[in-house]
T-cell receptor, first 114, second 114 residues
Framework: DTEVTQTPKHLVMGMTNKKSLKCEQH?????MYWYKQKAKKPPELMFV???????INESVPSRFSPECPNSSLLNLHLHALQPEDSALYLC?????????????FGPGTRLTVT | AQSVTQPDIHITVSEGASLELRCNYS??????LFWYVQSPGQGLQLLLK??????LVQGIKGFEAEFKRSQSSFNLRKPSVHWSDAAEYFC????????????FGQGTELSVKP
């Protein structure tokens, strides 16, 4: 099973709302990632969790707050977002193998901030 | 600094014709290289990867890619394109000493003419 699942598929939120995006994998992967992707652009890395600890934060604004409750789950908590935060949010996971490490992506959550 | 260049923003080929998508990378060590495909509004699907060994790698959906160290290239090829191959294609290099971070190229949009 090489599936990464993400919920919800679509999310519309106001600038004062609080919402969360969820990601799950059951491949035994020890690294999980959040990416942001704007239209016609490549994904931009936001956060990396390695062995359930935050290992990379790409200078993401604090209105985005990641959480890794266990090795299979990854959340992204959203609060006081701006319209420019509207994008496709992708989750990915990987083994963290030193001999070569491919990332498997979920289908994404399409976020619209109004 | 590490970078990936995909020189062609948009390519149109006729169905049944051959395809080559170009990718050049800049990285000091031996790179881990990937090609991903993304259909509109979807996540990224891994087509193939190069970690070491044989420089010609086979992937899913009839794609292959050749790693050429002397040219810092990892071009993607397919002998006969199908209409369902129309999508965005991303080349990426894996920075394995940074917890699996991927550096993506800007992408090449493939259109297929009937």
């Amino acid at each position: 099973d090489t599936e990464v699942t993400q919920t919800p598929k679509h999310l519309v939120m106001g600038m004062t709302n609080k919402k969360s995006l969820k990601c799950e994998q059951h491949m035994g992967h020890r690294a999980m990632y959040w990416y942001k992707q704007k239209a016609k652009k490549p994904p931009e890395l936001m956060f990396v969790y390695s062995y359930e600890k935050l290992s990379i934060n790409e200078s993401v604004p604090s209105r985005f707050s990641p959480e890794c409750p266990n090795s299979s789950l990854l959340n992204l908590h959203l609060h006081a977002l701006q319209p420019e935060d509207s994008a496709l949010y992708l989750c990915a996971s990987s083994h963290l193998s030193t001999s070569g490490d491919e990332q498997y992506f979920g289908p994404g959550t399409r976020l619209t901030v109004t | 600094a590490q970078s990936v260049t995909q020189p062609d923003i948009h390519i149109t080929v006729s169905e049944g014709a051959s395809l080559e998508l170009r990718c050049n990378y800049s990285y000091g060590a031996t790179p881990y290289l990937f090609w991903y495909v993304q259909s509109p509004g979807q996540g990224l699907q891994l087509l193939l990867k190069y970690f070491s060994g044989d420089t010609l790698v086979q992937g899913i959906k009839g794609f292959e890619a050749e790693f050429k160290r002397s040219q810092s290239s990892f071009n993607l090829r397919k002998p006969s394109v199908h209409w369902s191959d129309a999508a965005e294609y991303f080349c990426a290099v894996g920075i394995n000493n940074q917890g699996g971070k991927l550096i993506f190229g800007q992408g090449t949009e493939l259109s297929v003419k009937p």
